[in-house]
């Protein structure tokens, strides 16, 4: 394919509402896989010293899977208000917030959330890079990379992707 058209289709693709809300449900499926796996080991019933099976153990990936589908569902919402995530063949960010970064980024997209959703968006964006690499970018940040996550933010997340998905579902 020449530069034209490739630049061409990144454009349409990276300017595409369906293709944002299509990746963000696409992640959604892949962590309620893999939480489902996770969910099927009773880790009460190992003792020290067993060997605990590696997919029982995938925590943080899942909500890594999680904070990024969020990150595809919010980049969608900026599509749809018009805006554009590809310009001159290149990946543009939305303006005011950083990489990974939620709360920012539901701000920049008018995504209304309440302090208790800012505080599960905010541990989503850490284990965007939790879920990946052994070590957060900062030491500052080093021991929020562990952070809990609880059955009440499960709730909060499931209502968020609920909103996220409903404000996108007639574009779809």
Known sequence: MDKRHAEIFHARAGNSVLA???????LLAAANVL?????????GAFTT????PREALLGSVVLMLKGMAVECLLKAMWVKRGNVLVADGR???VPGARDHDLPQLAAAVNFNVNSTEVAVLCRLSLFIAAGRYPIPKSAATFGEAGTTWSSSDEGVFDELAHRLNALLEDTV
């Open 35 to 43: 939480k489902e796996k996770i969910d099927s080991y009773d880790l």
């Open 20 to 26: 944002w809300s299509s990746a963000g449900s696409d």
């Open 91 to 93: 990946y543009c960010r």
């Open 49 to 52: 010293g067993d060997s605990v």
